[in-house]
C-alpha cells in the first residue's frame, strides 16, 4: 500500500513542479535526455498553465505512472459523480411548473355559460366554474370558505349577513369587480323576467348595497347554510347591465362568457349544424387567487358516454370524469390512472307507501330485514360506501340488521303464507297443492338501465325470494323511467341516485308537499312528524341546532321505513398520466372537481429543498 502511495506521491509532484525525483530507481528518472530537458523547458516557465503542462504529461511520465495517473483520475471522477448524485438525491426535489395542456371529454355541449343558468346543463356549469368567481367557495369538506369575500359577519339575530370585497379583483376584460356586480347578479336571479332556476333560493332574501367593496344579504329568518348559497358565479354588470333581461339568455355573452375566475375562454369551434366542438381556455394573468399550475384547459364535446370513453381509451383526451368503477377499468389504457370522486349521492330503492301492498309498515318493514347490505359490496366491489342513512357521508346506526328468520315471522302474522311447493307466500293460508289459490306476494323493482343499479336490483330480488316474495324488474332509459314515474307515480320500488344539494337539504324528497306535480317524494309519503322534523333542519339557527336536527330527520325517517338507503356510489376520475398532483375527491357538486384541479400539473422543474 505504501508502495502505492508514494508512486501517486511522486505523479504528482512530477505534474505540477517537474521535479526531477532522486533516487536509485530508474523508472522514476526520465528515460531520454530529450525527455529531461522538456521537463526543464516546460517547469522553467512560471506561466506554465496546469493544462499544458498536462499536455505533455505522456511524454514525461513512464508507462507504469501514467496507468497510475489515468486509474486515480477515474477514481476521482467517480467519486465526485456518486457525491453529486447523493447530494441531488437528498437535496434536489422534482416539483410542479406552471405550463402545459390538459383535455378533457364532456358528454353534451355548451349552451348558457352563465351563473344564472349553469345548473340546467352540467356541461355549462362545468366551464363556468373555472371562467367565474364567487364569494364563497366549497372546500373538500363541503364547508363554505371565502373566494371573493374578504370577510364577513352575521348581526346578533343572525338575519343579515355582511360581505365585503376583495379589491385586488379584476374581470378578464380588466374592469374591476365591485359589490355593484354582486348586487347585479343577484338582483337578476331574483328578477322573473330572467328566469333563472335559482330565484327560489332567493326569493325571501333582500340585498342591499352598503358601498363599493360591501354588500348585505337581509333574511327573513336565520339560515346556518346561506353561505353554501353564495356559491353562485358573479356576473359582470357593465356588460349584462346593456343586455334587455327578455332576451339574456339570447346573448352572445352566454357562449363567450367574462368572469373573475382563473381561466378565461379563447376559442372554441363548431361544427356544420353550430353544436360547439370543444372549447380552449387559458389562465388568466391577473387572476386574485392562486395562480394553477395547468396554463390551458381544452374541452372536447361528445353526444354520448361511449363516444367519450372510446376518445380517453384511443388517447385523444387527458381526463373524462364520472365513470363508474365498475366500468374504469374497460375505459382506462396502459397511460392513466384513476382517482375517486364522491358526491353528496344516495343509492336509495324507493317503497311507494300509496302502493296497495306497501302502504302497510309491516311489509316495508319485512322487507328491510331481508336486506343483507354486507352483499352490495360483494356485487358491486369495495368502492362502494355502504351506509342505512339518509343523509350523506354519515355512517347512521339507526338501520336495522338483516335477520331473514324475523322478516319471515313477520310476514307470517300479516297474513302471507309460504307455499312450500312454490316457494311464493299468498295471502291466504293454502295447501301444499302446486294450484293453490290466493293473492300472491309479488313486487315489481323498476331501475334505470345502468349496469351497477341493475345489479342492486337483482340483489335485491334475490334476498327477497329467500322469504317468499315473488319479484320482477324492469329497467329502462333514466330519462323516460323518471318522466313516467314523476306522473304517473305508479311503481312499487324505484331504485333512484339521489344527488343532494351540498347544506344537505331533505324536503325535497321527504316533504309531504313533494308527492304531487312533479315533487320527488318517491316514497309518496305523507306524514305530519315527519313534515315537522324537516321543518326543525330548515328553522335551525345554529349549527349545533342543525346537527339536533338532521339526528332526528334521520331517526324519524327510517322509524318509517320509506325506503331502503344502499349505499354512496363512487365515480372514477379518469386521468392520463401527463396530469399529477391529483388525489381522490370530495365534492359538492360535480363541476367542483375542476376547481380541486387548480393544484395539478403536467410540467415539473427541478428544485433545492
Known amino acids: 500500500m505504501s508502495r502505492w502511495i508514494n508512486q501517486l506521491r511522486a505523479v504528482w509532484q512530477r505534474i505540477f513542479f517537474w521535479q526531477k525525483l532522486s533516487g536509485p530507481s530508474a523508472a522514476m528518472q526520465p528515460e531520454t535526455h530529450d525527455d529531461h530537458a522538456l521537463v526543464l523547458a516546460v517547469s522553467g516557465s512560471a506561466k506554465t498553465s496546469l493544462f499544458k503542462r498536462l499536455w505533455f504529461l505522456p511524454r514525461v511520465l513512464p508507462a507504469t505512472e501514467w496507468r497510475i495517473f489515468w486509474i486515480a483520475g477515474l477514481i476521482f471522477i467517480a467519486g465526485i459523480l456518486v457525491g453529486t448524485i447523493d447530494l441531488a438525491r437528498f437535496k434536489i426535489v422534482q416539483v410542479p411548473a406552471h405550463g402545459g395542456v390538459a383535455t378533457e371529454a364532456l358528454v ?16 355549462d356549469r362545468d366551464i363556468a366554474t373555472l371562467v367565474y368567481s364567487s364569494l364563497f367557495r366549497l372546500n373538500d369538506h363541503l364547508e363554505p370558505i371565502p373566494d371573493l369575500a374578504e370577510s364577513y359577519q352575521w348581526s346578533d339575530d343572525g338575519k343579515t349577513l355582511e360581505v365585503t370585497l376583495r379589491r385586488d379583483v379584476k374581470f378578464q376584460d380588466e374592469i374591476p369587480l365591485t359589490a355593484d356586480d354582486v348586487a ?13 332556476p335559482l330565484a327560489r333560493v332567493f326569493r325571501s332574501v333582500h340585498v342591499v348595497l352598503v358601498d363599493d367593496k360591501t354588500i348585505q344579504f337581509q333574511l327573513d329568518e336565520p339560515n346556518p347554510t346561506f353561505l353554501n348559497d353564495l356559491t353562485i358565479g358573479i356576473l359582470p354588470a357593465h356588460i349584462w347591465s346593456n343586455i ?15 368572469g373573475s ?102 311489509v316495508r318493514k319485512a322487507l328491510t330485514l331481508a336486506i343483507d347490505s354486507s352483499e352490495i359490496a360483494n356485487v358491486l366491489g369495495s368502492e362502494v360506501r355502504i351506509t342505512d342513512s339518509p343523509f350523506p357521508f354519515d355512517v347512521a346506526t339507526t338501520g336495522t340488521p338483516a335477520n ?22 299468498y295471502a291466504k293460508a293454502t295447501s301444499t297443492d302446486e294450484n293453490a289459490s290466493g293473492t300472491v306476494l309479488s313486487l315489481m323493482i323498476t331501475v334505470p338501465n345502468q349496469p351497477d343499479l341493475v345489479k342492486v336490483a337483482e340483489l335485491l330480488q334475490r334476498r327477497w325470494s329467500l322469504v317468499g316474495v315473488k319479484v320482477d324488474v324492469h329497467s329502462d332509459d333514466a330519462q323516460p323511467l323518471l318522466e313516467d314515474a314523476l306522473s304517473h307515480r305508479t311503481y312499487q320500488v324505484l331504485i333512484w341516485n339521489v344527488l343532494l344539494s351540498p347544506e344537505q337539504d331533505l324536503n325535497a324528497f321527504w316533504n309531504s308537499s ?36 338532521r339526528t332526528e330527520l334521520a331517526q324519524t325517517i327510517t322509524e318509517r321505513y320509506p325506503a331502503l338507503f344502499l349505499f354512496e356510489p363512487s365515480y372514477s376520475y379518469l386521468l392520463s398520466k401527463r396530469i399529477q398532483g391529483a388525489s381522490d375527491l370530495r365534492i359538492g357538486t360535480p363541476s367542483d372537481r375542476l376547481w380541486q384541479a387548480m393544484s395539478w400539473y403536467v410540467n415539473t422543474h427541478w428544485a433545492w429543498k
Do not use: C
Not at 384547459?297 to 385523444?316: C, H, I, M, T
Not at 331473514?404 to 307466500?425: A, F, I, M, T, V
Not at 316514497?523 to 322534523?533: H, M, Q, T, V, Y
Open 108 to 123: 353534451g355541449s355548451p349552451k348558457l355559460i352563465n351563473p344564472l343558468y349553469a345548473s340546467l346543463n352540467d356541461v
Open 184 to 196: 347585479f347578479t343577484y338582483n337578476a336571479i331574483q328578477n322573473p323576467a330572467y328566469r333563472s
Open 244 to 258: 334587455p333581461e327578455a332576451s339574456a339568455q339570447l346573448a352572445d355573452v352566454n357562449i363567450r362568457p367574462i
Open 261 to 362: 375566475g382563473p381561466y378565461k375562454v379563447v376559442s372554441f369551434t363548431r361544427d356544420s349544424k353550430g353544436l360547439v366542438m370543444n372549447f380552449r381556455l387559458e389562465q388568466f394573468d391577473q387572476y386574485y387567487g392562486l395562480k394553477p399550475y395547468i396554463h390551458e384547459w381544452r374541452f372536447r364535446f361528445y353526444a354520448d358516454r361511449p363516444s367519450a370513453e372510446a376518445a380517453f381509451k384511443n388517447g385523444l383526451v387527458d381526463a373524462l370524469a364520472f365513470a363508474p368503477w365498475a366500468e374504469a377499468e374497460q375505459t382506462k389504457n396502459d397511460n392513466s390512472h384513476p382517482i375517486r370522486i364522491e358526491l353528496p349521492q344516495k343509492t336509495i330503492a324507493f317503497f311507494n307507501t300509496k302502493d296497495p301492498l306497501l302502504k302497510d309498515i309491516d
Open 404 to 425: 331473514l328468520d324475523e322478516s319471515r315471522k313477520l310476514l307470517d302474522s300479516l297474513g302471507w303464507k309460504l307455499n312450500e311447493p312454490d316457494g311464493l307466500r
Open 514 to 549: 313533494q308527492t304531487k306535480n312533479g315533487g320527488f317524494n318517491f316514497s309518496n309519503i305523507e306524514d305530519r312528524d315527519l313534515d315537522a322534523a324537516l321543518n326543525k333542519t330548515t328553522a335551525a339557527t345554529t349549527t349545533e341546532m342543525l346537527a339536533a336536527a
